[in-house]
Nanobody, 124 residues
């Protein structure tokens, strides 16, 4: 929410690319950050996560090979590069941050720090 700043998003045709960024201003900074998404009338699902110290990454099967999550210079800033976008990627993308014992999408579900969301629309 107030401690996460998201940028990026927009509308593209299928096959296009978008780049999302998220910066945490929390002190101390989180150890784990990632992205979840929610399509209209659909359940929220994990997209990608990254351990900021060890660079361990976790992707959902639906985006693996197309999306890449990485640190972007600052310890608590991440980038989600989304390539080969499909209409089913459409939704509101939420940045999330926390410090779970293990940095995975599953563990981030219980994180308390969520961004306001940024819209991604992919047309067919």
């Amino acid at each position: 929410q107030g401690q996460l700043t998201e940028s990026g998003g927009g509308s593209v045709e299928a096959g296009g690319s978008l780049r999302l960024s998220c910066q945490s201003s929390a002190s101390p900074p989180p150890n784990c950050m990632g992205w979840f998404r929610q399509a209209p009338e659909k359940r929220r699902e994990g997209v990608a996560s990254i351990a900021l110290i060890a660079d361990y990454v976790d992707y959902s099967a639906s985006v693996r090979g197309r999306f890449n999550v990485s640190r972007d210079g600052a310890q608590a800033r991440i980038v989600l590069q989304m390539n080969s976008l499909k209409p089913e990627d459409t939704g509101t993308y939420y940045c999330v941050a926390g410090s779970p014992m293990r940095c995975t999408l599953e563990s981030l579900w219980s994180a308390r720090n969520w961004g306001q969301g940024t819209q991604v629309t992919v047309s067919s």
